[in-house]
């Protein structure tokens, strides 16, 4: 089965730091995504990368950006961490035909 | 732009009580709709694709069908472990974006 392994269950930043948040993928897949979910907006997508050193911007990038170095990991930044980007974050990574597998999510809280 | 709206946001069941869950959606040309399953906490975890109007997927207590505006997902005979939050998602043709619905949270009442 592939693995989708986000480093941190659970995070608490203070305001104002940089946030780094790792996702390795073991499937070799190309396609990688971050998503934050939050209560009542479902799942949203910040950035999503589809070869190593490319990344698109998604739905809500502001505040964010990305780094793809290797193949299997995809980093997600947060520059300067705000309240408003306390959220569980997911990463994905897809396959073919089982469309995306999901990590297990960190919890980040901004105070 | 792609949209996807499920309903209803929460289901209240018997153990035993079949149901189904709805997801309409609108999108340009569809490459693959996906059903997954999330547990409080944790990522969502992969239930069925459908590619084609009429297709249909089973899965122990789960049933999903495809029409060309929305899926259905059926559940027959719940038990308690079937309760958690079931999310809809379309994949479009020319686009690596999935677009998800706001989910159902469903509940299987012992």
């Known amino acids: 089965d592939v693995k989708v392994t986000q480093s941190s269950r659970y995070l608490v930043k203070r305001t104002g730091e940089k946030v780094f948040l790792e996702c390795v993928q073991d499937m070799d897949h190309e396609n990688m995504f971050w998503y934050r979910q939050d209560p009542g907006l479902g799942l949203r997508l910040i950035y999503f990368s589809y070869d190593v050193k490319m990344k698109e911007k998604g739905d809500i990038p502001e505040g964010y950006s990305v780094s793809r170095e290797k193949k299997e990991r995809f980093s997600l930044i947060l520059e300067s961490a705000s309240t408003n980007q306390t959220s569980m974050y997911l990463c994905a990574s897809r396959g073919t035909v089982n469309g995306y597998t999901f990590g297990s999510g960190t919890r980040l809280t901004v105070v | ?110």
């Open chain 2, 1 to 110: 732009e792609d949209q996807v709206t499920q309903s209803p946001e929460a289901l209240r069941l018997q153990e035993g009580e079949s149901s189904s869950l709805n997801c309409s959606y609108t999108v340009s040309g569809l490459r693959g709709l996906f059903w997954y399953r999330q547990d409080p906490g944790k990522g969502p975890e992969f239930l069925f694709t459908l590619y084609s109007a009429g297709e249909e997927k089973e899965k122990e207590r789960l049933q999903a069908t495809l029409t060309k505006k929305e899926s259905f997902l059926h559940i027959t005979a719940p038990k308690p472990e079937d309760s958690a939050t079931y999310l809809c998602a379309v994949h479009p043709f020319g686009n690596e974006k999935l677009t998800f619905g706001t989910g159902t949270r469903l509940t299987i009442i012992p």
